[in-house]
Nanobody, 120 residues
Framework: QVQLVESGGGLVQPGGSLRLSCVASGSILSIDAMGWYRQAPGKERELVAAIGSGGSTNYADSSVKGRFTIYRDNAKNTVYLQMNSLKPEGAAVYYC?????????????WGQGTQDTVSS
C-alpha cells in the first residue's frame, strides 16, 4: 500500500511564498518522476513542474519559471515545490504525482491535494 501526503498549502498575499511538500510512504522500491499539478475551479488539472529521477526539471508553465522551484529528497521520498512571488490568481488545488515501483509494476500515484489561495 502506497500513500502520498501533501502539506504546505494555505492563504498567502500576492508576492508571498509557499512551499509544498509531498511525502510518499508504504511499499516503495524505487521512485522515478515526481511532479506538481494545479487545478483551478472549473478548469482542468495541468502540469506545473516535474523532476526526473536524476534531478532534471521541467517547468511546463512558462509563467512560473524563475518563481517556482521543484526539487526532491530521495532519502525522504519527498518532492517539494517552492513558490515565490505568487500572483493574485485566486484559489487552486495543487496535487503531487509520483511514479514509483512497489514490487509489481510502475504506477502513478496522486496526493490528496492541497488548497492554495493567493489573495489580498
Amino acid at each position: 500500500q502506497v500513500q502520498l501526503v501533501e502539506s504546505g498549502g494555505g492563504l498567502v498575499q500576492p508576492g508571498g511564498s509557499l512551499r509544498l511538500s509531498c511525502v510518499a510512504s508504504g511499499s516503495i522500491l524505487s521512485i522515478d518522476a515526481m511532479g506538481w499539478y494545479r487545478q483551478a475551479p472549473g478548469k482542468e488539472r495541468e502540469l506545473v513542474a516535474a523532476i526526473g529521477s536524476g534531478g532534471s526539471t521541467n517547468y511546463a508553465d512558462s509563467s512560473v519559471k524563475g518563481r517556482f522551484t521543484i526539487y526532491r529528497d530521495n532519502a525522504k521520498n519527498t518532492v517539494y515545490l517552492q513558490m515565490n512571488s505568487l500572483k493574485p490568481e485566486g484559489a487552486a488545488v495543487y496535487y503531487c504525482r509520483i511514479r514509483l515501483y512497489s514490487g509489481s509494476i510502475w504506477s502513478d500515484y496522486w496526493g490528496q491535494g492541497t488548497q492554495d489561495t493567493v489573495s489580498s
